[in-house]
């Protein structure tokens, strides 16, 4: 390739960090690879790495709550693709990461050829899904893709306090943890409900937790 291509990847598992980085060495052996550990982090680099041509982002890392990562993500840097990786391969959770603005839904149970093979076309402006699930998604859910478009709409620091109210914090404690004003927190909530079109912190906190989806399922090796 003419010029060298730049990959976010986001998971906190460095073993399986490693494997994202052989797979993407396939695709594109020079590219540079930028390397995030949690939902902060990986906002962090990809403020800096604006120009990356596609972020890796797994579903369960520290910090994202569900599907939020992903929608911030999407919100913040709408122009770089993002491929979601995840243990969790439900139907619901696939079409749901679709339906949220993902380009791509890579199982965390697939080759690295197969992983390889989903990032070229992602990188050719395709979404891939595997092929099993490819034909069993059907149409997206215009209510999710409403509330995604909201979600999305809501700045990093209004994300934080969301997040924030979702763990049951007072403004109190929110305004100590972002080191701001209560008064800040009070406007940045007012405008989370305008934004998600509620009208009470318990009506945001319910929307907020349709983002969440139950962890990927342990097997003992």
Not at 49 to 57: E, G, K, S, T, V
Not at 58 to 87: C, E, K, N
Not at 191 to 219: C, F, M, N, W, Y
Request: glycine share 6%.
């Amino acid at each position: 390739m003419a010029f060298a291509q730049k990959f976010i990847v986001a998971d906190d598992h460095p073993l399986f960090r490693a494997a994202l980085n052989q797979a993407l060495r396939q695709v594109s052996p020079q590219a540079e690879i930028v390397e995030a550990d949690t939902m902060e982090a990986t906002t962090e680099v990809v403020t800096r790495h604006p120009d990356a041509d596609l972020i890796l982002l797994d579903l369960h890392m520290p910090g994202a709550h569900g599907f939020s990562g992903l929608i911030q993500l999407r919100g913040q840097m709408p122009d770089i693709p993002v491929t979601v990786i995840s243990g969790s391969e439900e139907l619901d959770v696939v079409r749901r990461a679709i339906d949220y603005g993902a380009s791509g839904f890579i199982p965390k149970s697939a080759s690295l050829d197969a992983i390889a093979e989903a990032i070229g076309e992602v990188l050719k402006g395709e979404v891939w899904l595997p092929p099993e699930m490819a034909d069993a998604m059907g149409d997206g859910n215009e209510e999710d893709a409403r509330f995604a478009e909201a979600i999305a709409s809501l700045t990093p620091q209004q994300f934080r306090v969301l997040n924030m109210l979702t763990e049951g914090l007072l403004n109190k404690q929110i305004a100590y943890e972002l080191n701001v004003s209560e008064a800040t927190i009070k406007a940045h909530v007012t405008a989370i409900l305008r934004k998600l079109g509620v009208h009470s912190r318990t009506q945001a906190v319910i929307a907020a937790q349709k983002l969440e989806i139950d962890p990927p399922k342990v097997t003992d090796d």
